[in-house]
């Protein structure tokens, strides 16, 4: 059974009042330029955004206590709020067909991979861990799961957590991510591995 991803666009927690919320709309068509209207009409602090207007819907929803989206359909939508989650999901495809080109796909050049391997800290940068993938699947790729558990986004940086289960071992993976050119990547990745032990 899937599990529900928590996607976050912010969550800075500022107003101590629903009249002291900020807010963010995304989608300035006909309806949502009316809902910015009205409550522009009352005082109410409001951030727009347009995909035809250029920028990028994470400047909007930055400071936003509350994002109302007023996109054309649920495809628009789907668009504007999984941008994010681009890169986390080539790097689940790197795991998955052991091909490093989607790590490097996922990951700015500069990014490092650090943790704890066999009780030693490392610290990879991008060609040392692209170097540990044989370009082929595991074995036991079948049995193998993948799950993005949560994704907190802020303006033009992103954090998220994985759980990868790759046999006996248990991964949880943290990612820094930011937003260049218009295009997320994961600029830093960190984990922490636990491996369990089956008493006969």
């Known amino acids: 059974m899937a599990a529900m991803l928590d996607l976050r666009l912010s969550h800075p927690g500022g107003a101590r009042t629903v009249g002291a919320m900020r807010i963010a709309a995304l989608g300035l068509g006909r309806m949502g330029t009316a809902m910015v209207t009205r409550l522009a009409e009352r005082d109410r602090e409001v951030a727009g955004w347009t995909r ?14 509350v ?4 996109l054309f359909d649920g495809e628009a939508c789907h668009q504007v709020i999984e941008a994010v989650l681009e890169p986390l999901r080539a ?5 998955a067909t052991g091909d490093p080109a989607h790590f490097r796909d996922a990951f700015l050049p500069t990014a490092h991979i650090e943790g704890l391997r066999d009780g030693v800290f490392v610290s990879w940068d991008l060609d040392e861990y692209c170097g540990l993938f044989p370009g082929r699947p595991a074995a036991d790729e079948p049995a193998r799961t993948r799950r993005i558990d949560a994704v907190d986004v802020h303006g033009t940086i992103a954090t998220a957590s994985m759980t990868l289960r790759h046999g006996a071992d248990t991964f949880t993976d943290t990612f820094l991510l930011i937003r260049i050119d218009k295009r997320w990547r994961i ?5 922490h591995r636990e491996t ?5």
Request: aromatic share 6%; proline share 3%.
């Open 67 to 70: 994002v109302l989206l007023a």
């Open 52 to 65: 035809s207007g250029g920028g990028h819907p994470g400047d909007a929803v930055a400071e936003a206590d």
């Open 196 to 200: 369990s032990t089956v008493v006969a």
């Open 187 to 191: 600029a830093n990745k960190t984990y």
């Open 91 to 95: 790097y689940i495809r790197g795991h």
